[in-house]
């Protein structure tokens, strides 16, 4: 939340009567929407969620309309004047913007409303729990409801008359400064609301357990959720239930034992969206993650790109857990202010556990597929070491592309060395450029004539310890000649038996967004490039083998993709 974009992001469970007093209407004419050019604008996403103008940085369903709840400065295009805008959509792909749903108006949001959870109680009706910066720049927790429940827009909001709900006292020993982001609320099993807050002690990141019977007052807990040392400040925090097996979500109450919980958080220091998972003791509350699981930056990832303050909710009318999130820039201040906005929000995924139990695996929603037209497909082409082949038929600038490979001669992969245990770092040791045996391969999007500008997502195999080992790279280190931009190279190490399995790789491809998946999701790399060269009819797409030994494309698709309605 603090000096971050963190995303407003919704959920649900079910109860409570509120007491509450209108919301005022501070900064009502503040937010314009203005279209612009995409020849003046290049850079401005197609099918990527982000307003029209100024800094962003929330979604749950209500009455069959899935609404997106973000923060957002009106007054510019850095971050500051905080309130939350809110659009609504019926696919999750084009979206009807609103007026902001909620202001600084009371003592205990004066300074800013920042980010929140979205509970629907057992009435039916959705409450919003969220973090606001007093007059004292004290970091409270404060709720608001609907003034219309028959609106299925949502359009009004008031805020409790008892707001602040939940503050720290002298006995916490925690910083005002360090007590944010509420979680969707469940319910225990004597019936009581529970919520996460995130905060810390020094170095100890924790999740503060509150508890309620009506919704409004709430008393801590005497023990955190959980806490893990060495981690800093937990930001965002997520809890949620996920089925042992299929792929179905379920309610954010729900436990028992067909299920596992996940305990996310964002972590300020690096950036990183970084979750376990465990078991949840709903008795004692009590999380636990299981044997082997690593806590901190080194643990599983969401993203292993730019990806942060992310928020899971429940749709209950496709039963499936939905995850979103915040692309945070690469770009300067100075390049952000220049084009008037920056940030922008991911494809909301599709999110279950892998059939391993050990890791969740993620997915576009299928919703992305309405916006394909003009597909190109390629097949069983055996592809030569050094080769690379132009994917034409597609705009590159704005597309989406999937590609299995088939590998056979593992047995001259070169050999993992026990000391490259760090991902992105061999990864940027040994980019697109750098010739391999089995890799790199992959695709190179965004990329200009002459490809003095590519941004390439691919594969490396690697020989290891009785198994053969899979690294996934984002290499950004080409994808720009403006040097003030970050190219960070991202990297994962891909959990797939390739002996067993196909390997596949998907990306969506959006002007200055590249979204990645490996292994069907198992690995997820999100990229925020800005090319100088590579822009909209500029842009070329393709696949490329840069190794020793040839590999086999056995299916590749790539569709363009539609402009979708976001204002």
Not at 97 to 104: F, G, N, S
Not at 517 to 532: A, Q
Request: glycine share 8%; net charge neutral; hydrophobic share 35%.
């Amino acid at each position: 939340m603090a000096n971050s974009n963190l995303g407003l992001f919704f959920v649900f469970a079910l109860l409570g009567i509120v007491e509450l007093e209108a919301s005022h209407r501070v900064y009502k004419h503040l937010q314009t929407f203005q279209s612009s050019s995409s020849a003046n604008q290049p850079y401005r996403t197609g099918y990527h969620f982000q307003p029209p103008k100024n800094w962003i940085n929330g979604v749950m369903i209500y009455k069959g309309l899935y609404h997106f709840f973000y923060q957002y400065n009106p007054k510019g295009a850095v971050w500051g004047n905080i309130v939350w805008a809110h659009s609504t959509s019926e696919d999750l792909m084009n979206w009807t913007p609103h007026e902001p749903a909620i202001y600084p108006s009371q003592p205990s949001d004066i300074n800013g409303c920042w980010s929140g959870s979205a509970t629907i109680l057992s009435s039916g009706k959705p409450a919003m729990l969220y973090t606001g910066i007093d007059s004292q720049n004290r970091q409270v927790q404060n709720l608001a409801i609907p003034k219309n429940l028959s609106d299925p827009y949502l359009t009004e909001w008031v805020k409790s008359a008892k707001n602040p709900l939940m503050q720290l006292t002298a006995q916490n020993h925690i910083n005002a400064s360090s007590f944010r982001d509420p979680t969707t609320a469940w319910l225990g099993p004597n019936k009581e609301w529970r919520v996460i807050i995130g905060s810390k002690v020094n170095r100890q990141g924790l999740a503060i357990l509150y508890k309620s019977k009506n919704f409004v007052n709430w008393y801590q807990s005497k023990t955190p959720l959980h806490s893990a040392d060495n981690t800093g400040m937990w930001e965002c925090p997520d809890f949620f239930p996920v089925l042992l097996h299929g792929q179905n979500g379920v309610d954010t109450s729900l436990n028992g034992p067909n299920v596992k919980h996940v305990l996310k958080v964002s972590f300020d220091d690096t950036k990183h969206d970084c979750y376990t998972i465990g078991s949840y003791d709903n008795v004692e509350d009590i999380y636990t993650p299981d044997e082997g699981s690593v806590e901190g930056d080194s643990g599983l990832r969401y993203d292993y790109g730019k990806y942060y303050a992310s928020k899971t909710f429940f749709d209950n009318v496709q039963n499936r857990r939905i995850l979103t999130s915040w692309i945070n820039e690469s770009s300067s201040v100075a390049d952000d202010i220049k084009k008037g906005w920056s940030g922008v929000h991911a494809i909301p995924r599709k999110i279950w556990l892998d059939e391993s139990g050990k890791q969740l695996v993620q997915w576009p929603v299928v919703e992305i597929e309405k916006l394909r037209v003009n597909n190109v497909s390629l097949a069983n082409k055996l592809f030569k070491g050094g080769s690379v082949i132009e994917i034409s038929g597609v705009t590159a600038a704005q597309a989406d592309v999937e590609v299995w490979f088939e590998i056979k001669d593992f047995e001259k992969a070169e050999v993992l060395e026990p000391s490259w245990t760090n991902p992105q770092l061999l990864c940027s040791r040994m980019g697109a450029s750098v010739k391999g045996s089995l890799g790199p391969f992959g695709l190179l999007v965004l990329a200009s004539d002459g490809l003095k500008e590519r941004t390439a997502v691919f594969f490396r195999i690697f020989k290891g310890h009785n198994k053969y080992v899979v690294l996934m790279c984002s290499d950004q280190s080409r994808s720009s000649l403006n040097q003030d931009n970050d190219m960070t190279t991202y990297g994962a190490f891909l959990d797939v038996d390739i002996r067993q399995h196909k390997l596949s790789l998907r990306s969506l491809i959006d002007h200055s967004i590249v979204e990645s998946f490996g292994g069907g999701g198992k690995v997820c790399i999100t990229s925020r490039v800005y090319p100088t060269l590579a822009i909209n009819e500029a842009a070329h797409l393709y696949a490329f083998n840069n190794g020793n030994q040839s590999i086999k494309i056995l299916e590749l698709n790539a569709w363009s993709m539609k402009t979708a309605k976001i204002s």
